[in-house]
T-cell receptor, first 117, second 112 residues
Framework: DGGITQSPKYLFRKEGQNVTLSCEQN?????MYWYRQDPGQGLRLIYYSQIVNDFQKGDIAEGYSVSREKKESFPLTVTSAQKNPTAFYLC????????????????FGAGSRLTVL | GEDVEQSLFLSVREGDSSVINCTYTDSSSTYLYWYKQEPGAGLQLLTYIFSNMDMKQDQRLTVLLNKKDKHLSLRIADTQTGDSAIYFC????????????FGKGTHLIIQP
């Protein structure tokens, strides 16, 4: 079955360490996204990529980095510069413009929960 | 920037209808979405509507859009315990290739 796989599901990190969250999709989707979810805060966009080897900052990109070397992969690195990294991280993807009326319908992974000790 | 507002909690009795409301500020919003999130899981698309539509119905779900008031609602008929989740309203301008803007989510609580 096609879908989005995020790993690890749970991750613990010491302060000052970088950590990389994996996101892989086998849906042949063009665009991929990283969102951060905090309790009572909804989802906030970190980075997105519409094509291989290109990506754009979202609303809260500071302290994060991404790469898009392959269409199916969009890893997110949470760096030590991120002041409050404990959160639930969600990866999503879409086939651009293929929804009804040209809409972009995001498919989400199951999420990765990062806790900084 | 764009803003999407939702009430944080809604409590309904099992078997009743649930109505979850959402307001948005971007008059250029083209598509509006409803997603469902169960505990510890990702988001699941429920339905979406194009901005030139007033209503969309899909089985137990009815979406109403009042573009003049920038108000979107999701009605769930015959609410069941399995409907207990967080419901997110989201919008995008144009095709949405640069991502969706989400509300903070409404926790739907089902009373027996």
């Amino acid at each position: 079955d096609g879908g989005i796989t995020q790993s690890p599901k749970y991750l613990f990190r010491k302060e000052g360490q970088n950590v990389t969250l994996s996101c892989e999709q086998n849906l042949n989707h063009d665009a991929m996204y990283w969102y951060r979810q905090d309790p009572g805060q909804g989802l906030r966009l970190i980075y997105y990529s519409q094509i291989v080897n290109d990506f754009q900052k979202g609303d809260i990109a500071e302290g994060y980095s991404v790469s898009r070397e392959k269409k199916e992969s969009f890893p997110l690195t949470v760096t030590s510069a991120q002041k409050n990294p404990t959160a639930f991280y969600l990866c999503a993807s879409t086939e651009l413009g293929q929804g009804l009326w040209g809409a972009n319908v995001l498919t989400f992974g199951a999420g990765s929960r990062l806790t900084v000790l | 920037g764009e803003d999407v507002e939702q009430s944080l909690f809604l409590s309904v009795r099992e078997g009743d209808s649930s109505v979850i409301n959402c307001t948005y500020t971007d008059s250029s919003s083209t598509y509006l979405y409803w997603y469902k999130q169960e505990p510890g899981a990702g988001l699941q698309l429920l339905t979406y509507i194009f901005s030139n539509m007033d209503m969309k119905q899909d089985q137990r779900l009815t979406v109403l859009l009042n573009k003049k008031d920038k108000h979107l609602s999701l009605r769930i008929a015959d609410t069941q315990t399995g409907d207990s989740a967080i419901y997110f309203c989201a919008e995008t301008e144009g095709g949405g290739a640069d991502g969706l803007t989400f509300g903070k989510g409404t926790h739907l609580i089902i009373q027996p």
